[in-house]
């Protein structure tokens, strides 16, 4: 987009219709208005206004157009948006003051598309099209090219107002972030679970995150890691909590008296319970994690239900069905990936037989749980010793 374009302009935000029940559409944008005006907290921009299925954000002559591009590309909820001019209804003044801005642009074949809902405009859309492109082909002596145009000047009547635009900007699509209430995630510093917080967030989730460390037993690196890759995902939905718990007090229990190879399936259901005591307190509905089905030993069908069960509240998956390459593909996308593949110790693997339990029983795991005795009261003293971490952006 042109940096110097502010003067006069504004962004014309369009939203997807994804998920809109009629009933809850006021809720929706009255969620995204507010998301875009968080995103924008610091930065000078004019008045934001709802406007028949879009928003028009207007912006003063300060306003740094690439930044508020970055920030807007990153809301979710936003299907695309775009630098956009008023124009007039009047056919000849309209195609000069397209002219105007095209002249200056660099491009060698174009084309024009005119989106008129307003049936109240005494042109159809291929008249538009063709008095604007006859302008610009005339004095510039460009070709039009429908299929693969470099530029394409999109020209957009609704309510008796017009707007012209170059550029379209793709948004991140999904539903802005608190339109579908809380969850807690569970955040290891690893690959899988910054991503699948990343996904329910874009269905509309607002992402509490807890993180589980074996400090002192291992070094620090998992929660200091757990903590950048929450600020990298904050970007999204502007406020985060973070609870980091010391797992040490409950793993010391299971390594004294449990089976060596239920320890990592014992870990994981006392990591379930501390999740959904946050949770509780956090009036979150859902716990979150990055598993993907038969990833690792833990992961098998048999585990996730054997684990699954020490919890009542639901627990989401995004990547269940995803292969370990996709989610790759996307912790580079949104820029996790390097800070989940720095070395750090696992609280998991703490103290972990090299073979695992891969199809447990779910009534030995209950029998082995009963052995161990006073476990609830480590979960309420390691809940009252959490850390809690409050991060902004921006
Ligand atoms: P990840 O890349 O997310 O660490 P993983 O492939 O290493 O996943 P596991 O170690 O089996 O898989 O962990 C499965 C899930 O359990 C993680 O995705 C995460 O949701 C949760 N989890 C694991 N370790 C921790 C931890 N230390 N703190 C919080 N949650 C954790
Ligand atoms: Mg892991």
Not at 157 to 164: C, S
Not at 334 to 345: G, M, Q, R, Y
Request: net charge positive; with cysteine.
């Amino acid at each position: 987009m042109e940096k110097s374009a502010a003067e006069k302009s504004l962004i014309l935000i369009h939203y997807s219709e994804i998920g809109l029940k009629k009933g809850n559409r006021g809720y929706f944008e009255k969620k995204l208005a507010s998301n875009i005006k968080k995103a924008l907290k610091d930065v000078e921009i004019g008045e934001l206004k709802r406007d028949y299925g879009r928003f028009l954000l207007y912006l003063n002559q300060d306003s740094p157009v690439e930044l508020i591009v970055d920030r807007l590309k990153k809301v979710m909820g936003i299907a695309h948006f775009s630098l956009a001019y008023p124009g007039s209804a009047n056919i000849d003044e309209l195609k000069e003051q397209i002219f105007e801005r095209i002249k200056t642009q660099d491009f060698s074949t174009f084309c024009v598309r005119t989106r008129r809902s307003d049936k109240q405009f005494p042109m159809t859309s291929p008249e538009i099209n063709r008095i604007v492109g006859t302008r610009i082909h005339e004095e510039l002596h460009k070709p039009v090219d429908l299929k693969n145009a470099e530029l394409t000047c999109h020209i957009e009547i609704y309510n008796k107002q017009l707007f012209f635009y170059f550029d379209r900007q793709p948004g991140k699509r999904g539903l802005p972030v608190g339109a579908s209430g809380r969850v807690v995630s569970l955040l290891s510093a690893g690959i899988d679970s910054p991503v699948s917080s990343y996904l329910i967030m874009k269905r509309g989730a607002r992402v509490i995150f807890v993180h589980f460390h074996s400090f002192p037993m291992t070094n620090k690196a998992s929660y200091h890691n757990a903590i950048k890759l929450a600020e990298n995902l904050t970007q999204y939905q502007y406020q985060t909590l973070v609870y980091l718990m010391p797992l040490i007090p409950i793993q010391e229990k299971i390594i004294l008296n449990a089976p060596m190879k239920l320890r990592l399936i014992l870990y994981r259901r006392m990591m379930l319970r501390l999740a959904q005591m946050v949770a509780r307190k956090e009036r979150a509905g859902a716990l979150v994690t990055g598993e993907s089905l038969g990833q690792v030993a833990s992961q098998t069908l048999e585990n996730i239900v054997a684990t699954s069960e020490s919890v009542s509240m639901p627990i989401f998956r995004p990547l269940i069905g995803m292969d370990k390459e996709e989610i790759i593909e996307l912790a580079r996308k949104i820029d996790t990936f390097d800070v989940s593949t720095e070395p750090f110790d696992d609280c998991c693997s703490y103290m972990v037989p090299e073979n695992p339990e891969t199809k447990a029983k779910l009534r030995e795991v209950r029998h082995a749980e009963e052995q161990l005795g006073g476990w609830k009261q480590i979960l309420d003293e390691i809940f009252q010793q959490a850390e809690v971490v409050y991060l902004q952006f921006p």
